[in-house]
């Protein structure tokens, strides 16, 4: 199993940029994929970017342009970079970790983009 700890999420201005951080710990040479999803209040959790372990990065086209994923493999971390942010107000976003054996998800890390 792997353990997922994410941070760097806040309350940020349209047009504006965050960095969320996602670190993982445990049996984390087992993962092959990391990626974001989010879930605003209401609504179904959807995918927002995912990144294999060979470093490819694939996004929703929701985010397509202005969001950026990334991983240090060193520090088992990934990195999204969201710029440009639109005022959708707040929404969780939660790192997944993909497996062989199964997913794991992180607590979740709150963004809010104001008008």
């Known amino acids: 199993q792997v353990h997922l700890v994410e941070s760097g999420g806040g309350l940020v201005q349209a047009g504006g940029s965050l960095r969320l951080s996602c670190a993982a710990s445990?049996?984390?040479?087992?993962?092959?994929?990391m990626a974001w999803y989010r879930q605003a209040p209401g609504k179904q959790r959807e995918f927002v970017a995912i990144?294999?372990?060979?470093?490819?990065?694939s996004y929703a086209d929701s985010v397509q342009g202005r969001f950026t994923i990334s991983r240090d493999n060193a520090k088992n971390t990934v990195y999204l970079e969201m710029n440009s942010l639109k005022p959708e107000g707040p929404a969780v976003y939660y790192c997944?970790?993909?497996?062989?054996?199964?997913?794991?998800w992180g607590q979740g890390n709150q963004v809010t983009v104001s008008s």
């Open positions: 445990g049996t984390s040479s087992s993962i092959n994929a």
């Open positions: 990144i294999t372990s060979a470093g490819s990065g």
């Open positions: 997944k970790a993909r497996r062989t054996e199964g997913n794991d």
